[in-house]
């Protein structure tokens, strides 16, 4: 497996325009629950453009196919990514036999992992033999703050938690992810943050610093977008974004150009378009 180059990635060095990039919806289940969620399938074909939003999940037959016609239409595929629906590690099986068909179809794209982390440290030496990159969205690292964000969570042994113990576990295992990566170093690593105004902006150089600690590459500070238990909650305004984006870049190279991307989206050298247009092309 190659080392990691982050000039390589179109996320890491912001030039989307440059890339091919896939993102194939797999999965569906979520090991925790974000207030803010709308993550998931879209429900009667209303179309929201939402991180890890997807119309529906793929077949292993039909990632092969869109892969084969995005290869045709753009030339080249760079980077294949899945980000849900729902957490990639609590869908790992069908998340792996993806990786495998993208890993036969287009050898030479680089396979990235988007998760919350908290099933990465049983799961670390599986993922990493399969990825080029990880991020993990680390949205606190103080557990009362933690609980403001998340409500539930389900470990690996199927214990459900909730409350203020789930928030506790949340960071705990995300803290163990982080610390489970940093021996990886031919792996990218990134972690996003995701800024809920009122609630974690004073995490955000805590997050910054314990990523820096473990090796990690970039943060991306991406601003919340009003959903779920949160959909009157206000978004960050750009003044409070770039302000904590600048917080962050005290300890470690910040993103400043992320797409919030669904899950079923392509992007051709910076055009998207959903993947289900190129599988019904004859
Ligand atoms: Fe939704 Fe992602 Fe949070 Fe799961 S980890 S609840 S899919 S935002
Ligand atoms: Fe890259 Fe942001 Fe899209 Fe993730 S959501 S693939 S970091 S542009």
Known sequence: MRGPCPNDHPCYVGEHGKFVKVHLPVGGRCNIHCRFCESGLEHEGV??????????????DEARTA???????????????????????????????TFD??????PEAKRCLSTNGVW?????DEVTELVHSVTITVNALDPEIAADIYDRALTPEG????GKEAA?????RQEGAMDALKKERYILKKVNFVLVPGVNEDEVERVAERAADAGFHAMNVIPLIPGGDMKDHRPPTCRELSRA????????????????????VIHCRGRPRLIWELLEED
Do not use: F, S
């Open 168 to 172: 506790r576990w949340i960071v705990e």
């Open 67 to 97: 892969l084969k016609r995005v290869k045709e239409h753009c030339g080249r595929v760079d980077v294949v990514g899945i980000a849900g629906p729902g957490d990639p590690l609590a869908n790992w099986e069908d998340v792996k036999e």
């Open 245 to 264: 984006r600048d917080r962050a870049e005290k300890y470690i190279t910040v993103m400043r150009r992320c797409m919030q991307c669904r899950a079923d």
């Open 47 to 60: 179309r929201v453009d939402y991180p890890g939003r997807a119309v529906r999940t793929i077949t292993g």
């Open 101 to 106: 068909v993208v890993a036969e179809t287009v």
């Open 120 to 124: 990465l440290p049983d799961l670390i």
């Open 159 to 162: 214990e459900v938690l909730t």
